[in-house]
């Protein structure tokens, strides 16, 4: 898939696949990609109108963008989720994984581990063949379960912050072979973003939760955060780097020692 820049000049425009990207921060993520010249594939499980409204929204926009129906968490949807951008544009230079979930009421009791660590590790796997050197993957992650090993979480979101956690560690646990592969591995953690469903979510379970965060400071955008997705897509940074955004009181360097 190609691109003219402002010299005429023909480019090749990446290939980004946004988990979880039908609303959001995914969704957004998705806006500034396709506006900095990407061709993002939307992900979406369930919210099909929506991610073609999105996709819809971004042409409409000057940009490029196609939707890809598939359930991470399964096995065999998240090959054939692979297997088809593969064959559609013969590569993929951007994994951006945001997709994660386990407040939904009729969850498993697994559900949380199995989407936030376990879909994580095998959806990587699969892309790393079509990842080219120069690549770039992304996890997307919160402060609550960024330092969850030393920071309690919130009262109902232990679930996801231990499986987010877990996700995150195991894909670190990855970086020789993302090293070896010559592929970018960026973790960027926020603090509760504002406007986001886990918010709203959490202010139905521990309001107190939402109002301590609120109490120390504003809550990051959708906006802001989007953006520092978006730059991690691009930035030369060490393996395993995180990017912080949000929550300068998670920031000691105590906590960030033991995170």
Do not use: C, W
Request: proline residues 5%; glycine residues 8%.
């Amino acid at each position: 898939m190609t691109t003219t820049d402002e010299s005429g000049a023909t480019t090749a425009r990446r290939i980004v696949l946004i988990t979880g990207a039908s609303r959001g921060i995914g969704a957004e993520t998705a806006r500034v990609l396709a506006a900095r010249g990407d061709h993002v594939v939307i992900n979406y499980r369930e919210k099909r109108k929506r991610a073609e409204t999105l996709a819809a929204e971004i042409s409409a926009a000057g940009g490029s963008a196609s939707i890809a129906g598939a359930d991470i968490a399964d096995p065999g949807s998240a090959r054939a989720l692979v297997d088809g951008i593969a064959a559609d544009f013969g590569r993929l230079d951007v994994l951006i994984l945001n997709a994660s979930g386990g407040l939904e009421r009729d969850a498993a009791p697994d559900y949380a581990m199995l989407l936030n660590r376990d879909a994580q590790t095998h959806l990587t796997t699969l892309a790393l063949p079509h990842l080219p050197p120069g690549g770039h993957i992304v996890f997307v992650t919160s402060h609550q379960a960024h330092f969850s090993p030393t920071r309690p979480a919130p009262t109902g979101y232990e679930p996801i912050a231990a499986s987010k956690r877990a996700g995150e560690d195991a894909l670190r646990a990855m970086i020789p072979e993302f090293t070896t592969r010559a592929l970018s591995f960026t973790v960027v953690s926020g603090d509760m973003i504002d406007g986001t469903i886990i918010v709203r979510l959490l202010e139905r379970r521990d309001p107190d939760a939402v109002t301590t965060r609120r109490d120390q400071g504003d809550l990051p955008t959708v906006e802001e955060f989007a953006s520092a997705v978006a730059d991690a897509t691009t930035a030369a940074n060490a393996p395993g780097h995180t990017v912080y955004v949000g929550g300068q009181d998670f920031l000691t360097p105590d906590a960030a020692a033991h995170a």
